[in-house]
């Protein structure tokens, strides 16, 4: 019999649970393409998520998923034929790595672990190497979803200073934008991609690319630009030219709700409430663990990320959990990919999320690894009950 039945839990690492009331938001008539009210929205957005950023620099929105704003950020600051370091610790920055291979960038690796965050001091010594500077961008995730792992970008930013390097420094957010704590100017990203699918709880089909002053300069002398993605047409006065034609108004009326719910809550409360369901995830897992079925794949508690949690456990059982989980609970858990693809399952704690809701998916999966005989540490939801308990008290 099945116990499925009811609101589905989708915990997969993006797209992410979105609230009614930004479904509600969509759900409405297209407005006049030209009317002042559509204008007044987007210059709202773009406000709240200078905001987010916490940056005095430019934020575009682009129809597009987050690929499409790596493509964006790439070919607004760079020219033909430069050197691009990729800092390896999971499989996006890789990707976005090789979308600028097929730009025509000449694209370096520097060789990571997919189990522990990027060093800063390999960093360090890999631009120190570079006498002339070939180097011309440094790129890297914030958080690596098919890891797990959480980079420091202020210690990668410092990083880069010591070694006194010019390269620009550009970072994904799209795991990590209203989850984990992050200061454009503060830190020194000169460019930051993200999107709305995660912790931002619209729904997929917009991207973001938010531009420092250094990035802005680089942009006067790129030889990549086209129509679509470029920055100068886009910085034009006619609002149609902030889209590069017809505005995509019903995710943008999302997205305008879904800031108006971020606003309400405050940032500070909302990266209080992901650290704390996300350590609560951790304390459960770490309990499972005991019995050596499954681990974690980041193995420095520090460098766990408050996005996504990702577990590791062998094909034959990954695959009996998570259809048992989706089939019999109604909870959707996100596969592995990458170099672990199958070998576990992920836990994606961001965006609309509560205790109850994350209180009820630990359940679960402790309900499937009993029913399922995985050997497991009994009791890990018990932690995450004292835990949360323990971090908000009567």
Request: overall charge negative.
């Amino acid at each position: 019999m099945s116990l499925a039945r009811g609101r589905e839990f989708l915990m997969t690492p993006g797209p992410t649970m979105i609230p009614d009331s930004v479904l509600g938001a969509m759900h409405r008539p297209a407005i006049d393409l030209y009317a002042p009210p559509l204008e007044a929205i987007t210059l709202s957005c773009l406000a709240d998520l200078r905001r987010l950023h916490r940056t005095a620099g430019d934020v575009y929105i682009y129809a597009a998923n987050g690929h499409g704003a790596w493509e964006a950020s790439l070919t607004n600051t760079l020219r033909r034929g430069d050197l691009v370091l990729v800092l390896e610790s999971g499989l996006f920055a890789r990707g976005w790595g090789e979308m600028g291979r097929m730009l025509g960038l000449q694209i370096e690796v520097l060789p990571g672990d997919w189990r522990c965050a990027v060093d800063p001091a390999q960093l360090q010594a890999r631009l120190a190497a570079d006498g002339e500077h070939r180097i011309r961008a440094v790129m890297v995730a914030h958080v690596d979803t098919a890891s797990g792992v959480a980079n420091d970008l202020a210690a990668l930013r410092g990083a880069i200073d010591a070694a006194g390097h010019p390269a620009l420094f550009m970072a994904d957010l799209v795991a990590s934008l209203g989850a984990l704590s992050f200061d454009m100017d503060g830190w020194g990203v000169d460019v930051a991609v993200s999107a709305p699918q995660k912790a931002l709880m619209s729904t997929p089909g917009l991207s973001f690319v938010a531009a420092g002053p250094r990035a802005k300069a680089a942009h006067a002398t790129s030889d990549m630009r086209t129509l679509y993605w470029d920055w100068s047409f886009r910085d034009g006065p006619e609002h149609y030219k902030r889209y590069c034609g017809t505005c995509p108004e019903h995710l943008l009326f999302g997205l305008r709700q879904a800031l108006d719910l971020i606003n309400e809550e405050g940032i500070d409360r909302i990266l209080r409430r992901h650290r704390l369901l996300a350590e609560a995830t951790r304390r459960a897992a770490t309990v499972w663990a005991a019995e050596g079925a499954l681990e974690f794949n980041i193995l420095d508690p520090a460098q766990r990320s408050d996005s996504v949690t990702m577990l590791l456990m062998n094909a034959e059982r990954t695959q009996r959990l998570m259809t048992y989980c989706r089939d019999r609970l109604g909870i959707v858990l996100g596969t592995n990919i990458g170099e672990r693809r199958g070998e576990g399952f992920r836990i994606a704690h961001m965006g609309h999320v509560n205790a109850p809701t994350m209180l009820g998916v630990l359940g679960g999966i402790e309900t499937a690894l009993a029913a399922l005989k995985i050997p497991h540490g009994r009791h890990g939801v018990s932690q995450a009950i004292a835990w949360l308990a323990e971090q908000e008290p009567a």
